[in-house]
């Protein structure tokens, strides 16, 4: 696919005051890219949009991927401010290190709704506006989509269900000539890994994720690598790229389901007769 330039485009990032989200976002910027940067607190998104350049290349919004309402606000004030919206990247998430027999309900529910559910409603209030500009939408996973670590059921069954509501959209959004993708990377440094080296179940765990399987890798391959996805508009991003076959084992089959079983119109003419949920 030829790439998809940057520059000028209207970038809109959940969780961008994060560690990932701010250096994402910092990329893009210097991609030529144009921001709207979404997270849950007003003054850290004023402070990072005015960091970025300001008001006509950035801006804050207050979002939390838990509100259905304040995604829709802040994606329609985007699309009004920057004259519409290209890129949606749904990076919000959080992690807990612990086992079903100590975790408790509340906090499961709180990795889904962030992790998972918040992917999809950041998703359905950004397809209104991307769809416009036959854009893309981008979701970060994780490699627990494919390697389902214990202590982390929530974290690893959220992560695999954004992987699979990326590729069900994909295919409900390709007509309008909208692409998906998802992004896989593995250890990386930010301050959800520090969290895990300081409790002891997980510095039991991973080892430190100093060597062997676990090993870190820089967080600015991980950002190239996202960055790299959005031009090329992948339908997934594996980092680092050795990790590529192990991501794809589950989804071999995906492309002939996809060209067989859902052939020509089936999926939009199937969309036509569906009833509101």
Request: proline share 4%.
């Amino acid at each position: 696919m030829p790439r998809y330039s940057l520059d000028g485009r209207v970038v809109a990032i959940t969780g961008s005051t994060g560690g990932l989200g701010r250096e994402v976002a910092s990329a893009l910027r210097a991609r030529g890219a144009r921001l709207a940067v979404l997270d849950l607190d007003q003054d850290a998104v004023d402070t990072q949009a005015l960091a970025l350049g300001g008001p006509d290349v950035a801006r804050g919004w207050r979002v939390d991927v838990r509100d259905m309402a304040t995604l829709e606000d802040a994606l329609a004030g985007a699309a009004e401010h920057f004259g519409g919206i290209d890129v949606v990247v749904a990076n919000a998430g959080i992690e807990c290190m612990s086992a079903m027999s100590t975790l408790s309900l509340e906090t499961f529910e709180r990795i889904v709704d962030i992790n998972l559910t918040g992917v999809w409603r950041t998703f359905k209030a950004a397809l209104p506006h991307v769809s416009e500009r036959r854009g893309y939408l981008m979701a970060v996973s994780s490699m627990a989509a494919f390697v389902h670590s214990p202590l982390q059921g929530g974290y690893t069954a959220s992560k695999a269900g954004v992987w699979a509501l990326c590729d069900s959209t994909r295919l409900e959004v390709r007509h309008l000539g909208v692409d998906v993708g998802s992004v896989h990377p593995t250890f990386f440094q930010t301050p959800m890994m520090d969290n895990v080296f300081a409790d002891p179940a997980g510095l039991r765990l991973w080892g430190g994720n100093k060597k062997g399987l676990w090993k870190m890798v820089s967080r600015d391959s991980v950002i190239e690598d996202i960055v790299s996805g959005i031009e090329h508009r992948r339908k997934m991003v594996v980092c680092p790229k050795r990790n590529t076959f192990l991501a794809r084992i589950p989804g071999l089959v995906h492309p002939v389901i996809d060209r067989i079983g859902f052939p020509g119109r089936t999926v939009p003419d199937a969309i036509a007769l569906t009833t509101r949920g």
